[in-house]
């Protein structure tokens, strides 16, 4: 029998004849070569075969760049262990069919010219296990990330811990879970390649622990395997159960991609997060902050609802040079009603975190029109606190008639989601920029309004109710939410006056939706003024003044206001 160099030698593929491999999934017979071509995916039926740990770095890496750190050998078999073979033989047996010392490979290379740290598990060892050598040499590869300042890039695939090892493989766990926390603690990137299968010890601890979760197309990944499941509890096991895609849809990883798009992507995640890249205008370069004309209330109402309105994706396709969307919560669920996740901004690199709509019937109802449930506002959390970990000013772009009021929003603590989510903005120790581009209805958009700039687009609002919903109950009647909004004076105007918003930002002639692209042209000028200013503040400064701002709002200290110019037409 013989196999592909490529591929995993525990991988279960049969080889009909030389040069020829079945596909473990669909049993299609493979012509090596063209396997080896499409990067051991079938062209069949698109399973992902397993790799071994040196096709990983081939595919990932910059061709010639990997320099391989050696391990001096460490003491074996600490329990004396033995079942229908003694340990050590399964050791020799190991590294003689996978080529390896032990089950992960770990060195420096150069990925997309970036220096990173890699450590790649082979599943071929011992089926990728996690015992004392491997524990350390994933707590190596952290701890040379740590000294070299650089980047982490970790490739899962393993079974869990090391039985033979016994609770001594345990431990290695938490040794490697508190290295990868002290990753977090020093602001550096850890992006966790999940491939199939990753399981047990490993997947409880550091292949979750990343900044950013990226798992392979097909892979399988859980705490316990389906085997163990149906053996412990006789559990009926949903479709797709434990699949990436299974974990994309629950919220518990940030991405899901091929095996053909993870370079590109891994790539942008280190453009992304690297903040020596960053720029900042020269003044000369600000354009002049334009006003909003006074509007009726109602009209403004009106053209914020408008459907063809940009939302938040579009204003990331058209105002940002790049974004890369993070997914989930990590507990529950992926909310599309908000998005977000790491963009770049004229050469500052962002985290933005928006309100989505959509635009067409399909699109509104799968975004639940822009009203977040509870897991919608813990992703956004999440992501505050990535941006804080990685020292990258936040961006939120708000649009929703309000939080969703649903009872399943309440059994999963809508109102805790809201006012943690608000509470820690509040305290977040990087620059945050509001900006209110539609609707903005009562604390579900507040919980990204609280910020250190406040921008409001000349044709949107902010309520602590929806017109309608204040004439049903004080004029006993919706049909009088014209009326309704002209009270409460809803309106770019009003928030400036009342110090809410910082500035306004002008729309094209009519509004946002006739002109998207120089609407988009139009925040982006806006936003670009707001963080290079911001950058001059350090952390304690930001903290002090956000405090102060928020203390002015509806107190008798008028909040310092911009001079603001007329509106300007696009191409005036």
């Known amino acids: 029998m013989t196999r592909s160099s490529t591929l995993d ?49 081939d595919l990932l890496v910059d061709p010639g760049s990997f320099v ?11 329990l004396g262990f033995t079942d229908v073979r003694h340990y050590p033989d399964r050791l020799r047996e190991a590294a003689r069919r996978s080529g390896e010392s032990e089950a992960v490979v770990v060195g420096t290379a150069g990925l997309g010219g970036t220096p990173v740290v890699v450590a790649v598990m082979d599943f071929g060892f011992l089926g990728g296990s996690m015992g004392i050598e ?179 994706l579009d204003y990331l396709a058209r105002a940002f040079d790049d974004f890369v969307e993070l997914h989930g919560d990590r507990a529950f669920a992926d909310d599309p009603a908000i998005v977000g996740g790491v963009a770049a901004l004229d050469g500052r690199r962002v985290v933005v975190i928006g309100h989505e709509k959509g635009h067409t019937v399909r699109e509104r109802v799968a975004r639940n029109f822009g009203m977040p449930h509870p897991e919608g506002y813990r992703k956004a959390l999440r992501l505050l606190q990535h941006a804080e970990d990685f020292g990258l000013p936040v961006v939120t772009l708000v649009d929703t008639p309000g939080a969703h009021p649903g009872p399943e929003a309440e059994e999963r603590g809508q109102s805790h989601a ?71 004076r809803l309106g770019a105007a009003h928030l400036c006056e009342a110090g809410i918003a910082t500035s306004i930002v002008a729309e094209p002639p009519g509004g946002a939706h006739t002109d998207p692209a120089a609407a988009a042209q139009l925040l982006r000028e806006a936003l670009r003024r707001e963080l290079d200013e911001l950058a001059r503040l350090d952390p304690a400064t930001l903290l002090a003044e956000r405090t102060r701002r928020l203390a002015r709002i509806g107190s008798n200290e008028r909040q310092p206001v911009r001079t603001l110019r007329p509106v300007q037409t696009v191409g005036s």
């Open 68 to 78: 391989e750190k050696t391990f001096a050998p460490a003491p074996q078999d600490p």
């Open 418 to 488: 809201i006012a943690e989510i608000i509470m820690r903005s509040s305290r977040l120790r990087v620059p945050v920029v509001a900006v209110v581009t539609g609707e903005g209805g009562s604390g579900g958009a507040l919980a990204l309004c609280t910020s250190d700039r406040l921008l409001v687009l000349q044709n949107a609002y902010l309520s602590v109710i929806s017109p309608e919903g204040c004439a049903a109950i004080l004029w006993r009647t919706a049909a009088e939410a014209p009326t309704a909004a002209r009270a409460m």
């Open 134 to 312: 491997v524990g350390r040499r994933v707590t190596e590869a952290a701890g040379l990330a740590m000294a070299g300042r650089q980047p982490l890039v970790i490739v899962c695939a393993s079974g869990g811990a090391r039985m033979q090892e016994g609770v001594l493989s345990l431990f290695r766990m938490a040794r490697a879970s508190d290295a990868f926390g002290r990753l977090r603690e020093a602001g550096l990137l850890s992006v966790c390649v999940l491939s199939d299968p990753t399981y047990g010890g490993v997947s409880a601890s550091f292949a979750t622990l990343g900044s950013v979760l990226v798992a392979e197309r097909g892979a399988h990944i859980g705490f316990a395997g389906p085997r163990v499941v149906q053996e412990t509890i006789r559990a009926e096991l949903p479709p797709g159960f434990q699949t990436a895609e299974f974990l994309l849809e629950h919220g518990l990883v940030d991405r899901v991609e091929s095996r053909a798009e993870l370079r590109p992507l891994l790539i942008r995640l280190l453009g992304l997060h690297d903040r020596a890249a960053d720029g900042t205008l020269p003044a000369a370069d600000r354009p002049p902050l334009p006003a909003a004309a006074v509007a009726d209330p109602w009209d403004v109402v009106q053209k914020a609802r408008v459907v063809e309105r940009p939302t938040t």
């Open 9 to 57: 030698p525990g991988a279960a593929a049969a080889v009909e004849q030389p040069g020829w491999v079945s596909c473990p999934a669909c049993g299609w017979l493979l012509y090596r070569k063209r396997l080896d071509r499409n990067l051991s995916v079938c062209p069949e039926c698109d399973h992902h075969l397993r790799l071994t740990a040196r096709a990983r770095i």
